[in-house]
């Protein structure tokens, strides 16, 4: 019988982008171990993003976008559990299930992901009340929706504005109301938030900024928001979109370092040599300190250099962050750092509902954030990349392809 506590085994915890790639790219680095995938929901890892947007108007299910392919996880070779962690035990190698059970690993990678903040004026839980994390969130709102006449988003960020378009698609009158001065003041400057404002009014939008919330009301037919400005909306669904904390508690509770997120170095490793961490959940280093994103591209990308981390390798994981949102006919992206003072911030003027903006710090250009750019924003983010001077004409001058800028510095 072959020795089983022989073999070599990874265990993975999450089955979000981070932990699915983590988990795939440690079998292909060494097809010899056994890799396993613990995740608390029952049901194959799927993609989050089209759950603000194709879920909601009925255009998908989440079935239909499974992150590790059409036929799930067993082709990479990976077992996938549903098994929610509560513990780790890091004197023997396990991690102990909710169940009891325990599975030992020679490597481990915590790929958590976040979760919802709540409000405490509208707990999770509460009747016409939805926050929007995963599927099992996404499936009662898309119902929801279907008999919604007039629905509250909370939350002006990129979540709370893409069920907003989606709403709005369905033909929902549709209130977003955001306590900061303007929508995604986290996210883009305030000209392109005027701009995402004005076309979400445009299409119906009844948008309230500096705007908070001063009373909740249950009704037998609906929910009533008192607002700040002293109105009253009565609503059949209320949304939250109040963005997301790091789901690190587990990692705390086994004695690993957190400070707003599991810290790692720039191998993705914890201060426990034997255990790795990535996604969402993660702080690690970037040239300006400990970082922490929240975005799909960062959870894939870190999740796959923990994996192959996990299985033997000592890969640096550097990342130019980046993101994309997607609201009626904008899709949205920005990639790099915005700096905290640009030297120079430059607007491309383009046509029709196409914006460019770029951002250069002493002659780098360190950030770009696109709306119907996504060639532009691909050129742009080789040339953050390789952090390739930049002409500021040039990039100003919408007739120069931002490509020729790359080629002119091969
Ligand atoms: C509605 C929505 C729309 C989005 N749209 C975009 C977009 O358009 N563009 C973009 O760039 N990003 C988008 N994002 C963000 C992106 O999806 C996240 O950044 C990404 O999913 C993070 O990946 P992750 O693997 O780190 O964590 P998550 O995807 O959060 O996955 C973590 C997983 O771990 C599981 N888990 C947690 N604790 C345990 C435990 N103890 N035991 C077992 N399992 C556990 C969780 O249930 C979850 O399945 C969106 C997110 C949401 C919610």
Not at 20 to 46: G, M, N, W
Not at 172 to 199: N, Q, Y
Not at 390 to 398: E, M, Q, T
């Amino acid at each position: 019988m072959p020795d089983q506590q022989a073999e070599k085994k990874v265990v993975v915890v999450g089955g979000g982008p981070a932990g699915v790639f983590a988990a795939i790219e440690a079998k292909r680095t060494d097809p010899a171990l056994q890799v396993l995938l613990l995740s608390d929901e029952a049901c194959e890892p799927y993609e989050k993003p089209p759950l603000s947007k194709a879920v909601l108007t009925g255009k998908a299910l989440p079935e239909h976008a499974l992150i590790a392919g059409p036929k799930g996880m067993a082709v990479h070779g990976v077992t996938l559990a549903c098994a929610p962690v509560t513990a780790i035990d890091r004197a023997t190698r396990e991690v102990i299930a909710a169940d009891g059970r325990r599975f030992r690993y020679d490597a481990l990678v915590l790929a958590t992901g976040s979760l919802v903040r709540e409000l405490s004026q509208l707990p999770l839980g509460m009747p016409r009340v939805h926050y929007l994390r995963t599927e099992a969130d996404a499936r009662p709102l898309a119902a929801a929706l279907r008999d919604c006449k007039h629905l509250v988003v909370v939350g002006g960020g990129l979540i709370g504005l893409e069920v907003a378009a989606s709403a709005t698609e369905l033909g929902i009158r549709t209130t977003v109301l955001e306590v900061a001065p303007r929508i995604l003041g986290r996210v883009c400057d305030e000209d392109t938030s005027a701009f995402i404002a004005e076309e979400h009014r445009r299409h119906g939008v009844d948008l309230h900024t500096a705007t908070a919330i001063v009373g909740v009301r249950s009704a037998t037919d609906g929910i009533e928001i008192e607002t700040s400005a002293g109105a009253i909306l009565s609503a059949d669904a209320v949304v939250v979109g109040t963005g997301v904390k790091p789901n690190d508690a587990l990692a705390a509770a086994a004695g690993l370092k957190t400070d707003g997120g599991i810290v790692v170095d720039e191998h993705c490793r914890t201060a426990d040599p034997a255990i790795f961490a990535a996604g969402d959940a993660v702080r690690f280093p970037a040239p300006h300190g400990l970082i922490r994103l929240e975005n799909w591209k960062h959870a894939q990308d870190q999740g796959a250099i923990a994996g192959r981390n996990a299985a033997g390798g000592s890969e640096v994981y550097r990342t130019v962050p980046s993101f994309w949102s997607e609201q009626y006919d904008l899709y949205i992206q920005g990639v790099g750092f915005p700096p905290p003072q640009p030297t120079e911030r430059i607007r491309r003027p383009l046509a029709g509902k196409s914006l460019l903006l770029f951002e250069i710090a002493d002659g780098i250009l360190v950030y770009a954030m696109g709306i119907n750019a996504q060639r532009d924003l691909a050129a742009a983010r080789r040339l953050i990349e390789r952090r390739i001077p930049v002409d500021a004409a040039a990039l100003a001058d919408p007739s120069r392809p931002l490509a020729s800028l790359l080629k002119a510095n091969a």
